[in-house]
């Protein structure tokens, strides 16, 4: 069993209650040196809960309650003790410092949740789950990361392993007999396994950009000339003032960055300063961070003023269209109220007020429609760029594997291509794996988890 480690696994501040975990060897031991209960905990039955004082040597420190958790059936998997006090700033902390006098150390980020990998307690993709789930920052994204949390994934991408495993079986097994003449599998049915998995590898590393809104947000990107009206947008589409808004051109000089909720999922409002030729160094360089910023959106909005003319920003609006073709990009015709005629609408254009939020409407509606668009056929798997490098890897494996097939090359040269994208599926659970890729993984964890 390794060493005993300990660290806060809630938030730390004032609070109601704040839980200090332990896990590792001895560490009843060491919580039997600072509490007096009626039960030690050296002796308690796993899963049971202790009343007491914690003391650090003749200091009272608080009245906790201490939760047992013996091996092998813990999160860890490995003796865990989680010691519930009083919340603030004080508490927890001294609990913690007594400990570790005791023969604990603190415990790095993700700790817990590492040992519980190392001890087989969750597979990778699981590992990955708790820290969506903890992350998370969407309602769909959560429940995503509980089911993959949940192993359906895991037990999915076994059962792939599993029909191509045997296949590279057979293939071998009949190189023993190939002077007999014997088959012990059918082509077809390797082909379907094949083509099977490839599909499913393909559909899921397409997830990978939908995964990221549900992990991330929905990024929009308001950009356009100086005056056109995205801060006034931006203020409107917040429902509150949070942009400085001037009749002076050039105003906004850096980015603003706010959320509004849609359906569950953040959208991530961007103001940006606005593009034209300039002398002025601090504009050129917030003009510079626009592009940047425009890059990553999954929306650009380009706001013309309509004042201007119904085709001032064409151009413009055209450049960026061809620049960023991985974004969608609405030309949003603003300051409809100043014009006596509306000229027809174009399919990639909206006509609004910002000022007086008039057609602001249309706009909620274009998020929810590219939002449920991008993430409808996210069901049980929220994936990442390592999940997306190896499924991408498996694929072209598998390809290779049916090439080979199709064209009668050896069954030697079939099967081996076939274990490869097996070892590859494998990655991804975490059947093998490097430290770099653990270091990786842990490092985005809070040190209680």
């Known amino acids: 069993m390794a060493e005993p480690i300990v660290a806060l696994s809630t938030p730390p501040g004032i609070s109601g209650l704040a839980v200090v975990r332990l896990s590792g060897e001895n560490v009843f031991d060491i919580v039997d040196k600072c509490f007096i209960g009626k039960v030690k905990i050296s002796e308690a039955k796993t899963h049971t809960i ?79 789950a708790v820290a969506d789930i903890i992350h998370s920052s969407s309602v769909l994204g959560y429940q995503t990361a509980v089911r993959q949390l949940s192993g359906e994934f895991s037990k999915r991408i076994a059962e792939l392993k599993k029909k191509l495993l045997d296949a590279a079986g057979l293939l071998e097994l009949e190189l023993d007999f190939a002077d007999e003449g014997f088959e012990f599998i ?146 949003v015709q603003n300051k409809k109220d100043l014009v006596e005629v509306i000229p027809p609408k174009r399919e990639f254009e909206l006509f609004i007020s910002a000022k007086h939020n008039l057609g602001l409407e249309q706009i909620y509606e274009l998020f929810r429609k590219e939002i449920r668009s991008e993430t409808e056929h996210i069901k049980d798997f929220l994936v990442n760029q390592r999940h997306y490098i190896l499924l991408k890897r498996a694929a072209e494996e598998l390809k290779k594997s049916r090439q080979s097939l199709l064209e009668n090359y050896g069954n030697e040269l079939v099967a081996d291509d076939l274990r490869k994208a097996v070892k590859t599926l494998g990655e991804i659970v975490g059947d093998t794996f490097s430290q770099d890729v653990l270091n990786n993984i842990f490092s985005k964890f809070c040190i209680g988890k």
């Open 186 to 331: 059918d082509r077809s049915l390797i082909l379907k396994s094949i083509d099977e998995t490839i599909s499913y590898c393909e559909d899921l590393a397409a997830s990978y950009h939908s995964s990221e809104i549900l992990r991330s947000g929905f990024f929009v990107g308001i950009t356009g000339f100086p005056n056109s009206g995205k801060s006034t947008l931006f203020n409107s589409l917040l429902k509150r003032k949070r942009a400085i808004v001037s009749e002076i051109p050039g105003t906004t000089r850096d980015y603003l960055e706010e959320s509004i909720y849609i359906d569950g999922v953040p959208v991530r409002l961007i103001d940006t300063a606005g593009l034209r030729e300039t002398e002025n160094t601090i504009e050129i360089e917030g003009i510079k961070m626009v592009e940047s910023l425009l890059a990553q959106s999954n929306l650009i909005l380009v706001i013309n003023d309509l004042t201007a003319g119904q085709f001032h920003s064409d151009a413009l609006f055209f450049e960026l269209t061809e620049r960023y073709k991985t974004s969608k990009l609405i030309l």
């Open 50 to 128: 202790h009343y007491g004082e914690f003391r650090n040597k003749d200091r009272l420190v608080d009245f906790v309650t201490v939760a047992v958790f013996r091996e092998p059936n813990s999160y860890t998997g490995e003796d865990v003790a989680e010691i519930s006090c009083h919340g603030g700033y004080f508490v927890a902390e001294s609990i913690i410092e007594t400990l570790i006098e005791n023969g604990c150390r603190l415990a790095e980020p993700g700790e817990f949740t590492k040992r519980a990998f190392l001890n087989g307690k969750l597979d990778l993709t699981q590992v990955e």
